[in-house]
């Protein structure tokens, strides 16, 4: 059974229209690409998955639990865990400046049983041991790496079933962008599916095991990760 089901979605913000009948599905444990031009509709399919968004017809089943029209907070009990795109459209960071590293792990396990808070505190810190050293720094004197690390971290202390990634590299060197992939890796291998927002195709699809191509809000490709390279991709985005 698809980990995440959506059908025939019409979204978008108020009465602003931006996602035309998307379709896909998502397998349990997998990785999921989402790719696209700037403006395609890609961060609004998540924010309509997280229940951010205004959805005017369609669904988006979790794990067998429609959650369509849910409120975020619904949505994330139903084990959806969210990093935003950092600067977002509603202008947020994807954490929390004022508080530590510590602090904001805490704040993202709110309403988590201790115990469970405490295993998830422990697997994030062991995926991304440079935490633990950064754990009294404030979230604002981190490097930008640094802090994608702890937003990943964060949408992690839930223990999603879904953990949905908007441009986690967006901006970062190289070689700590490299970094956040293997992440990514681990985190599926923990058994969590993923769907991941990129700008980095060649990147992206390494990484792949899905792949769906988004472009003024329609899905132009949906298949394997490894059938679609960057030639393919820039033919797709053109419209050919
Ligand atoms: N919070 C919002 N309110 C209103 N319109 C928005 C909001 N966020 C995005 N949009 C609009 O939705 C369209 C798709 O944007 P977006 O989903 O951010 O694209 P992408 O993530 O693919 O770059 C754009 O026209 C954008 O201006
Ligand atoms: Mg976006």
């Given at each position: 059974m698809a980990l995440l089901k959506i059908s025939d979605l019409n979204a978008g913000y108020g009465k602003f229209h931006v996602l035309n009948g998307v379709s896909l599905e998502v397998e349990k444990g997998e990785i999921a690409v989402l790719l696209g031009p700037n403006g395609a509709g890609k961060s609004t399919l998540l924010n309509?998955?997280?229940?951010?968004?205004?959805?005017?017809?369609?669904?988006?089943?979790?794990?067998?639990?429609?959650?369509?029209?849910?409120?975020?907070?619904?949505?994330?009990?139903?084990?959806?865990?969210?990093?935003?795109q950092s600067p977002n459209n509603f202008g947020t960071p994807n954490i929390f400046p004022e508080l530590t590293v510590r602090e904001n792990l805490i704040a993202a396990a709110a309403g988590v049983r201790p115990e469970e808070a405490e295993k998830a505190l422990r697997e994030v810190l062991e995926l991304f041991p440079k935490l633990k050293e950064l754990e009294n720094r404030k979230g604002k004197f981190l490097s930008g790496g640094e802090r994608q690390m702890l937003a990943i971290s964060m949408g992690l202390m839930k223990r999603p079933k879904l953990l949905m990634l908007d441009e986690p590299t967006a901006g970062l060197a190289p070689k700590v962008a490299s970094d956040v992939f293997s992440a990514i890796k681990s985190i599926r291998d923990m058994g969590i599916t993923i769907l991941l927002v990129e700008q980095n195709a060649r990147k992206a699809l390494e990484i792949g095991d899905r792949a769906f191509v988004m472009v003024t809000g329609r899905l132009r490709?949906?298949?394997?990760?490894?059938?679609?390279?960057?030639?393919?991709?820039?033919?797709?985005?053109?419209?050919?």
């Open positions: 309509a998955i997280a229940g951010l968004a205004t959805i005017f017809s369609g669904s988006i089943v979790v794990d067998g639990r429609d959650v369509t029209g849910k409120s975020p907070g619904e949505i994330q009990k139903a084990g959806v865990g969210y990093v935003m490709y949906s298949g394997p990760a490894k059938e679609l390279d960057e030639e393919k991709l820039g033919r797709l985005i053109m419209g050919q």
